[in-house]
């Protein structure tokens, strides 16, 4: 493969996802300056919803979900994208997530370039509260984007704000071995009540977590090479709904390379905003297939995933080599 020192910003949409915060994400890496990207669109639903937009690339794969389960294929579309792909760097983004920064993912770049051993995984993350996204996305309507962050209030620790107002936040840290490091957990003290009222929850046992907790990272991203990506075989195609996914690919990342934070001067920031989609139930059996998959090791594990690569994309595998 011909050497492309460029970025594929890889970006998944499922179901009836929010067009407005994944237009905005879109907008916000056009925003970028001083490195070569291509972004890459794989929506996975009944029907394409994304719009035409010169400059991005868009994958549509057709799945109906099953009745009352949002049950997609979250590596599955990741790794079409990454195979239609090009550029020799691979960043991996949710579409509910921006960067502020225009000189994010230049710098980024030279990073790892300067690093080639390492693999980079989860930024520092601030969250937008969901009932300031509309307030934002006037903004970014009647302003532009650059116009649009600037205007946001960062004047406390996890958050960005359209409004300079105190907001109170529940803070929930814990251990966590799968990991290896302790996660601080954030949540609007008004989310907070509300889990406690609808899934009887409290400080120390967290029926089902997710749904109002986010991480003060995002877990979803990550920056590798794409040698390193086929190397071990990419996203693992096993699970289901949400989690576990990226988790699993950082867990091969760091078991056969230098896997390591972004620098703290990286951060993005979170578009929150209502979480349906989550379901216990399947996020229990992602949970049960990524302990299988680690009391087998990482050398299955991979194997695995390289067998399933080459069924379903020798085609566009053997095109890569060519680029």
């Not at 116009?147 to 109170?168: C, D, H, M, W």
Request: charged residues 30%.
């Amino acid at each position: 493969m011909a050497e492309n020192k460029g970025i594929s910003v890889i970006i998944p949409i499922y179901g009836d996802f929010d067009i407005k915060r994944a237009l905005l994400c879109v907008n916000s890496i056009k925003a970028q300056k001083g490195v070569d990207i291509e972004i890459v669109i794989s929506e996975q639903g009944i029907a394409r919803r994304f719009p035409e937009i010169e400059g991005v690339k868009h994958i549509f794969t057709y799945h109906k979900p099953k009745a009352n389960l949002s049950d997609f294929n979250p590596g599955k579309i990741r790794n079409i994208a990454i195979v239609n792909s090009n550029k020799d760097f691979i960043y991996t983004l949710d579409a509910d997530t921006i960067f502020a920064d225009p000189l994010f993912l230049k710098k980024l770049l030279g990073y790892l370039i300067k690093h080639p051993n390492k693999i980079l995984y989860r930024p520092f993350m601030r969250r937008l509260p969901a009932d300031n996204f509309e307030e934002f996305n006037k903004w970014y309507s009647s302003l532009g984007f650059k116009k649009a962050v600037k205007k946001l209030i960062i004047n406390q620790n996890f958050l960005v704000k359209t409004s300079p107002g105190y907001r109170e936040l529940k803070i929930f840290e814990k251990i966590s071995k799968e990991a290896g490091y302790k996660k601080t957990f954030t949540s609007l003290i008004e989310d907070y009540k509300k889990y406690v009222d609808e899934r009887i929850g409290s400080d120390t046992e967290f029926n089902f977590w997710p749904v109002y907790w986010n991480e003060n990272r995002h877990c979803g991203s990550n920056f590798f090479r794409r040698t390193h990506f086929l190397n071990v075989g990419g996203y693992c195609e096993r699970f289901v709904n949400w989690g576990c996914e990226d988790s699993d690919l950082q867990w091969k990342f760091r078991e056969m390379y230098d896997l390591a934070f972004f620098p703290s001067s990286f951060e993005v920031i979170h578009l929150d905003h209502p979480k349906e989609y989550l379901s216990p139930k399947m996020w229990d059996l992602n949970e049960k297939k990524s302990t299988e998959r680690k009391s087998k090791g990482v050398k299955s594990a991979i194997k695995y995933d390289k067998k399933i690569l080459k069924k379903e994309y020798g085609k566009q595998l053997e095109a890569m080599k060519n680029l």
